[in-house]
């Protein structure tokens, strides 16, 4: 039974990817974990064991906690959080009833290591369009979204990515990146296990756009027109990036909820012409 406290899987879907979704908190156990180390997208790994350290620091946001089952451990450190003035509820059937409905699952081993602040850093080139934009939405939406970007002259990736712990990715020769006719936004799709209708239906449109191949979808020509804009409007690289999450939320919001909805002028006329008399 589900109460005003829980969020069902099929309610909680809804909700991934896009702007409005909560901040997940798994509190498996290690034993658990280790049965299917994978995470819901974007969740941070916590223990119940010490939530009275951590709970604050997620003060103002809504945050759903799932344990294994959900039972007791994401019960209660969820009344936990609400006791700090968290709006928490827990996920109803925890991180079982989640994979059982087919709900999406990060793989986490091919991730970089985190910092002192649990965040994955990235670097890449400077001046992005579109891969290098795609490839930070896609993370920060489904991965981490605490996730830090680093743009940097293209002749000093390398050295970045080994000076700062960094993962160097859309550079030739490193293991984010090209693969054949697929793009670096394909391969973290492939690799983090993030395979969907919608996701796979973006990435068409982004390996389109950002190989130019713009038969491959007739939406890339816009998205396309649409990335370099952007790329021109913004002389600061991060700036570019805040202002492109909104287009790659648009793009997937349309790939996942209105592919088949269509638009016709004017409307009294085009569903009257729909009438049979």
């Known amino acids: ?160 990515a080994d000076r700062f712990g960094a993962a160097p990715f859309d550079i030739d020769g490193v293991f984010w990146s090209h693969r054949g006719e697929r793009c670096t936004f394909d391969i973290m799709i492939e690799e983090f296990g993030l395979e969907s209708p919608a996701l796979d239906r973006l990435a068409e449109i982004v390996r389109a756009a950002d190989t130019a191949r713009l038969d491959l979808a007739p939406q890339a020509a816009g998205f396309l027109a649409a990335s370099l804009g952007l790329s021109r409007m913004f002389k600061d690289d991060l700036a570019q990036l805040d202002a492109g999450m909104l287009l790659y939320d648009a793009f997937y919001r349309w790939c996942r909820d209105a592919s088949a909805e269509t638009h016709n002028w004017p409307a009294a006329k085009a569903s009257s012409e729909g009438k049979t008399p």
Not at 39 to 46: G, N, V, Y
Not at 70 to 78: M, N, Q, Y
Not at 105 to 113: A, G, R
């Open 1 to 160: 039974m589900s109460f005003n406290t829980q969020i069902t899987p099929a309610q909680l879907s809804r909700l991934v990817g896009t702007p409005d979704a909560p901040t997940l908190i798994d509190v498996r156990i290690p034993d658990d974990v280790a049965l299917d180390p994978r995470i819901l997208p974007a969740a941070h790994q916590r223990s119940h064991e010490n939530v009275a350290d951590w709970a604050r620091d997620h003060a103002g946001r809504r945050v759903v906690v799932t344990c294994q089952r959900g039972l007791k451990l994401s019960e209660g450190v969820a009344a936990w959080l609400r006791h700090e003035g968290v709006v928490a509820e827990n996920l109803e059937g925890g991180f079982e009833a989640w994979r059982d409905a087919g709900g999406l699952l990060v793989s986490t081993d091919k991730l970089p290591p985190r910092d002192a602040s649990g965040r994955t850093l990235w670097v890449t080139r400077a001046r992005p369009k579109v891969d290098r934009i795609a490839c930070p939405w896609l993370i920060r939406r489904f991965v981490d979204p605490d996730a830090v970007f680093l743009f940097v002259a293209a002749s000093e990736v390398a050295a970045v």
